[in-house]
């Protein structure tokens, strides 16, 4: 046996040494087997993990988002309600410091108020204005508006509101005189739409834009508050009197702020 390993010593050792590549190279080729297939399916799989965590990230800041949006619209909206009171008590201010300055202070006290509400249809032509006997609004009280301008008067008092009758309501009747002509009659509202000035003498010369102003004869309505003006002039039926529609200065549906004049200085 001795003597067969020294005779094929070298043959030992080239099929030794076979073995050995054999292994080495069986070692190289399932490594990189495993590296081939296993590390694009690893690779795969972190890429994967990673989109993943990225989806969840992206939809959970898109939920963010939406509450972040949500609750900005609802303060947004609430800014734009608090910016809107803002400018309508500015312009009430202003409105009432307009209405105050033309006042003819000299010869009348007034107490201002804001309309609340408005039945200008049908059978009534009323305001509703905030302030009541807690103010001292007395029924029969004369209403302007600008400097002087009747505009209708109290017929009903509440403790923190009152109703304000305008002139061409069917029930409304005032003592009027015509200021160019000198000469007096009774102007009536005609069915909530304009008003009539009747029982003016025939005698008496009335023209189409004379001033109708308030008599203060007989009522709580102090004289001298302009009420409009000579529209159109007709001669009654019978010839004794004449009649006289009425062209007001101001659009009674637009008002929004009154002055409740509650008394004259004596002079």
């Known amino acids: 046996m001795i003597n067969y390993f020294k005779k094929n010593k070298l043959k030992l050792a080239s099929v030794f040494f076979l073995v050995l590549l054999v292994l080495f190279l069986s070692k190289s080729i399932h490594k ?4 081939s297939f296993f590390l694009p399916v690893a690779t795969f799989f972190s890429h994967g993990g990673h989109w993943a965590a990225e989806q969840r990230d992206f939809f959970f800041s898109i939920g963010g988002l939406k509450n972040k949006n949500s ?3 609802a303060e947004n909206l609430k800014l734009k309600a608090e910016l809107a009171k803002l400018k309508v ?5 202003e409105d009432l410091r307009t209405q105050m300055e033309l006042a003819p202070k000299e010869n009348f006290s007034y107490t201002a108020a804001l309309v609340l509400g408005k039945e200008i249809s049908g059978q009534r032509q009323v305001l509703v204005i905030d302030k009541g006997s807690r103010d001292n609004i007395e029924k029969g009280a004369a209403v302007v508006i600008g400097e002087g301008v009747l505009i209708g008067r109290i017929t009903e008092v509440f403790e923190k509101s009152a109703t304000v009758q305008l002139l061409i309501d069917r029930e409304s009747k005032i ?4 200021l160019e002509a000198e000469t007096q009659g009774i102007m009536n509202g005609q069915f909530g739409t304009s008003a009539k000035v009747e029982m003016l003498p025939r005698t008496e010369q009335v023209n189409r834009g004379d001033t109708i102003i308030s008599s203060g004869l007989g009522e709580t309505l102090p004289r001298g508050l302009l009420v409009g003006y000579i529209k159109e002039v007709t001669e009654t039926s019978d010839q004794l009197f004449q009649e006289a529609l009425v062209s007001f200065p101001e659009d009674f549906k637009k008002i929004k702020l009154v002055l409740v004049v509650k008394s004259v200085n004596e002079n």
Not at 32 to 35: E, H, I, T
């Open 89 to 93: 008590t500015e312009k009430e201010n």
């Open 32 to 35: 990189m087997f495993l590296n």
């Open 175 to 178: 003592n009027v005189e015509v």
């Open 71 to 73: 609750d900005l619209t």
